[in-house]
């Protein structure tokens, strides 16, 4: 079984967030690491290869050369091997680009599955998985909860408002895993030391027979034109708990016609 | 030397603050106020290989040199944690591979590096040995079938509850002619899990969250292979010992220095008072600045340390100066954190009452830092001796 991870570098998720008035964008000068969520979708590959079926995890990054160190960290929480597409002319990259970037990583190695957090803490996109899945014309799966492997058959429980879906799919699929399908272990001392001796692999556009015109600034189909900050929330109740809170949470939920 | 982190240093450090995320300001409050051991945390060193990071690859633990090691304990401290509860279990095994035999360094190490036995009890001091080691009092007597029979009294016996291994100093012999001063304490490996009720323990409760306790130990029998090294030799092991702990405890302090600088000088870029930052004003600017001045110079010491000894080199000198200066240096933070937190300082939900609480043993523990001075004064500087 062969599953791939998608992971992403991004700003230190504890700093605070600062946008660069003159281009719109995130500032990305500070500390930068793993995103978060990503951990979630290495320990779940994780899982299945201790559960018995054999598997290469590599992790796959698209991104600056500097991130090297975030593969690390990807290869040091469980993965075996990685791919790197590092170049210039990567910079600038939308959704569109990048998912093209990714689409083109995955297409030379035959991966059964490709798994990736449900988000990235720095744009909260959410929709990289779905992006990638449709220029696979692979299936796909948001919000996995959990995931079960039968043969060649997944079978993900899926997270919705009214309770859990259960969908089946063939493999080759795509996978977004929500951070509630598990607890990441922390990478060990061992694991971090003997991650740069695992296989990576750093590509160029070019080696990875990618068009720079179809990445980068001129792939992109977004612009920020401008960012303000969302509207406030209207009229709010603050109730301090002095042991009648919750006979006041309930009259305001009356009241309100939540509960009747 | 250089001065910038190796890659692989970097990634260490990166883990262990990692690792720290998950065991927040709450996490550490909630256990101060129980004056509870942090087991979790520890558990979760364990697992991830932290503590047998210097155990030699061999016996399967992370082989990591002095230097590396210590940016594990820096990172922990620097993070708002405390490896005040584990550090022990890094260091006490080195007294084991040292001077242990093949059969005891087989048996212990490997579980050690593991995590399934924990070596972290450290039984020196007395109610009338502290600085003065050598006036203990606690005996061990051979006994016809080669089994030591041991009787006496510690004190600061720390993490004892939470160790399955305890390694204790005592007398097994008094210096005859014209034999060393120091000649007559032997070390040994005690298996708490079989001593019983010949050890009887009795908590201390103390200004910080640090579980140690004050033992007495009435005809504790113990095999013959429990002796580490050779009779009469101990303190020389016990000396042997203390640069690689000094450093460590340098380290410990580097990091807590750097997470009260931190967190000063945040808190008085944020702070409004007259209509300004409180961090404009010098009298709270300058000495947070001074504090990190002497972290950072501290920490240059402890690196130098950790250096020499790495290379197999002496570095008394060092690492005790290291261990001087880095405490100090913790502590001039801790107080220039507190002042700038004005009574906000005193809050425990800002953590920085409970840092300098821990932070401050370290001018005491494990060693004076007076006992410092005078060993720098009289076997360095060649002055008149006061012990
Ligand atoms: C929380 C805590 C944990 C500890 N954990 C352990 C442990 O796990 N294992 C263990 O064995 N010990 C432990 N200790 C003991 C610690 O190592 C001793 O407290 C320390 O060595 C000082 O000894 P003392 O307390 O007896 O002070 P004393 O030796 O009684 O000294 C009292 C004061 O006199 C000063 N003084 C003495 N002689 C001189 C001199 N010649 N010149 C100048 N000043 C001098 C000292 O510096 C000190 O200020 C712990 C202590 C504490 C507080």
């Given at each position: 079984?062969?599953?791939?991870?998608?992971?992403?570098?991004?700003?230190?998720?504890?700093?605070?967030?600062?946008?660069?008035?003159?281009?719109?964008?995130?500032?990305?000068?500070?500390?930068?690491?793993?995103?978060?969520?990503?951990?979630?979708?290495?320990?779940?590959?994780?899982?299945?290869?201790?559960?018995?079926?054999?598997?290469?995890?590599?992790?796959?990054?698209?991104?600056?050369?500097?991130?090297?160190?975030?593969?690390?960290?990807?290869?040091?929480?469980?993965?075996?091997?990685?791919?790197?597409?590092?170049?210039?002319?990567?910079?600038?990259?939308?959704?569109?680009?990048?998912?093209?970037?990714?689409?083109?990583?995955?297409?030379?190695?035959?991966?059964?599955?490709?798994?990736?957090?449900?988000?990235?803490?720095?744009?909260?996109?959410?929709?990289?998985?779905?992006?990638?899945?449709?220029?696979?014309?692979?299936?796909?799966?948001?919000?996995?909860?959990?995931?079960?492997?039968?043969?060649?058959?997944?079978?993900?429980?899926?997270?919705?408002?009214?309770?859990?879906?259960?969908?089946?799919?063939?493999?080759?699929?795509?996978?977004?895993?929500?951070?509630?399908?598990?607890?990441?272990?922390?990478?060990?001392?061992?694991?971090?030391?003997?991650?740069?001796?695992?296989?990576?692999?750093?590509?160029?556009?070019?080696?990875?027979?990618?068009?720079?015109?179809?990445?980068?600034?001129?792939?992109?189909?977004?612009?920020?034109?401008?960012?303000?900050?969302?509207?406030?929330?209207?009229?709010?109740?603050?109730?301090?708990?002095?042991?009648?809170?919750?006979?006041?949470?309930?009259?305001?939920?009356?009241?309100?016609?939540?509960?009747? | 030397?250089?001065?910038?982190?190796?890659?692989?240093?970097?990634?260490?450090?990166?883990?262990?603050?990692?690792?720290?995320?998950?065991?927040?300001?709450?996490?550490?409050?909630?256990?101060?106020?129980?004056?509870a051991y942090p087991e979790a945390f520890v558990s979760a060193l364990t697992e991830g290989g932290w503590l047998g990071a210097l155990v030699p690859e061999e016996y399967g633990g992370g082989g990591l040199t002095l230097a590396d090691g210590s940016l594990i304990l820096e990172e922990i401290?620097?993070?708002?944690?405390?490896?005040?509860?584990?550090?022990?279990?890094?260091?006490?095994?080195?007294?084991?591979?040292?001077?242990?035999?093949?059969?005891?360094?087989?048996?212990?190490?490997?579980?050690?590096?593991?995590?399934?036995?924990?070596?972290?009890?450290?039984?020196?001091?007395?109610?009338?040995?502290?600085?003065?080691?050598?006036?203990?009092?606690?005996?061990?007597?051979?006994?016809?079938?080669?089994?030591?029979?041991?009787?006496?009294?510690?004190?600061?016996?720390?993490?004892?509850?939470?160790?399955?291994?305890?390694?204790?100093?005592?007398?097994?012999?008094?210096?005859?002619?014209?034999?060393?001063?120091?000649?007559?304490?032997?070390?040994?490996?005690?298996?708490?899990?079989?001593?019983?009720?010949?050890?009887?323990?009795?908590?201390?409760?103390?200004?910080?969250?640090?579980?140690?306790?004050?033992?007495?130990?009435?005809?504790?029998?113990?095999p013959a292979d429990a002796l580490v090294g050779e009779e009469g030799l101990g303190f020389r092991y016990i000396l042997d010992g203390m640069n690689a702990e000094r450093i460590l405890i340098a380290a410990e302090c580097v990091g807590d220095g750097r997470w009260f600088v931190e967190k000063?000088?945040?808190?008085?870029?944020?702070?409004?008072?007259?209509?300004?930052?409180?961090?404009?004003?010098?009298?709270?600017q300058f000495p947070i600045a001074r504090a990190h001045a002497a972290v950072e110079a501290a920490d240059l010491m402890r690196r130098k340390a950790a250096a020499l000894f790495d290379a197999g080199q002496p570095c008394g000198p060092e690492a005790n100066m290291a261990k001087l200066l880095?405490?100090?240096?913790?502590?001039?933070?801790?107080?220039?954190?507190?002042?700038?937190?004005?009574?906000?300082?005193?809050?425990?939900?800002?953590?920085?009452?409970?840092?300098?609480?821990?932070?401050?043993?370290?001018?005491?523990?494990?060693?004076?830092?007076?006992?410092?001075?005078?060993?720098?004064?009289?076997?360095?500087?060649?002055?008149?001796?006061?012990?």
């Amino acid at each position: 079984m062969k599953i791939a991870i998608c992971v992403k570098e991004v700003p230190d998720p504890t700093a605070e967030k600062r946008i660069d008035p003159g281009t719109n964008r995130l500032v990305r000068t500070g500390e930068n690491t793993l995103n978060p969520y990503d951990r979630h979708a290495i320990e779940e590959a994780v899982r299945i290869k201790e559960s018995g079926v054999e598997t290469e995890i590599s992790i796959v990054l698209v991104g600056p050369a500097s991130a090297a160190r975030t593969v690390d960290k990807a290869l040091a929480q469980g993965g075996d091997r990685s791919v790197h597409l590092a170049d210039d002319g990567l910079a600038d990259s939308d959704i569109l680009a990048t998912s093209r970037a990714l689409a083109a990583l995955l297409e030379r190695d035959a991966y059964d599955l490709v798994l990736f957090g449900q988000q990235a803490s720095d744009a909260e996109c959410y929709v990289m998985a779905a992006a990638v899945a449709e220029r696979l014309d692979r299936p796909c799966v948001s919000q996995a909860a959990s995931l079960t492997l039968d043969g060649s058959t997944l079978r993900v429980k899926r997270q919705v408002e009214t309770g859990y879906d259960t969908v089946e799919m063939p493999l080759p699929a795509v996978v977004s895993v929500s951070d509630a399908i598990n607890e990441p272990r922390y990478p060990s001392l061992p694991a971090i030391m003997g991650a740069k001796r695992k296989p990576h692999e750093v590509l160029s556009l070019a080696d990875a027979g990618i068009d720079p015109d179809t990445v980068g600034g001129a792939g992109s189909r977004t612009t920020v034109r401008g960012l303000s900050k969302p509207a406030g929330r209207g009229a709010s109740v603050r109730i301090e708990d002095d042991g009648t809170a919750a006979e006041k949470i309930l009259a305001f939920l009356v009241e309100n016609k939540v509960v009747v | 030397m250089a001065f910038d982190l190796t890659e692989e240093q970097d990634a260490i450090r990166a883990g262990v603050a990692d690792l720290c995320k998950g065991f927040d300001g709450e996490y550490w409050r909630q256990l101060d106020r129980d004056q509870a051991y942090p087991e979790a945390f520890v558990s979760a060193l364990t697992e991830g290989g932290w503590l047998g990071a210097l155990v030699p690859e061999e016996y399967g633990g992370g082989g990591l040199t002095l230097a590396d090691g210590s940016l594990i304990l820096e990172e922990i401290n620097h993070q708002g944690c405390n490896a005040g509860a584990c550090h022990a279990q890094m260091y006490t095994m080195g007294t084991v591979l040292k001077h242990g035999s093949a059969a005891q360094k087989d048996r212990y190490l490997p579980a050690i590096a593991s995590g399934a036995l924990r070596l972290q009890a450290f039984g020196v001091t007395e109610p009338d040995a502290g600085s003065n080691t050598l006036a203990l009092r606690t005996r061990a007597d051979r006994q016809a079938d080669g089994t030591w029979l041991v009787n006496g009294q510690k004190i600061w016996t720390s993490r004892f509850a939470h160790s399955d291994l305890m390694l204790l100093l005592a007398r097994t012999g008094t210096p005859g002619e014209g034999q060393k001063r120091w000649w007559g304490l032997s070390t040994f490996l005690v298996d708490l899990r079989e001593a019983g009720a010949t050890i009887e323990a009795r908590p201390i409760r103390t200004m910080m969250n640090h579980a140690t306790v004050e033992l007495f130990i009435n005809d504790l029998v113990l095999p013959a292979d429990a002796l580490v090294g050779e009779e009469g030799l101990g303190f020389r092991y016990i000396l042997d010992g203390m640069n690689a702990e000094r450093i460590l405890i340098a380290a410990e302090c580097v990091g807590d220095g750097r997470w009260f600088v931190e967190k000063a000088s945040a808190y008085a870029t944020q702070r409004e008072v007259f209509g300004r930052p409180i961090g404009a004003n010098q009298g709270v600017q300058f000495p947070i600045a001074r504090a990190h001045a002497a972290v950072e110079a501290a920490d240059l010491m402890r690196r130098k340390a950790a250096a020499l000894f790495d290379a197999g080199q002496p570095c008394g000198p060092e690492a005790n100066m290291a261990k001087l200066l880095a405490s100090e240096a913790s502590w001039q933070a801790a107080n220039a954190c507190l002042d700038t937190h004005g009574g906000f300082g005193f809050a425990e939900e800002y953590d920085v009452e409970r840092k300098f609480r821990e932070t401050r043993l370290y001018m005491t523990a494990p060693v004076n830092n007076n006992l410092i001075l005078a060993y720098l004064g009289q076997n360095v500087l060649d002055m008149p001796r006061s012990y």
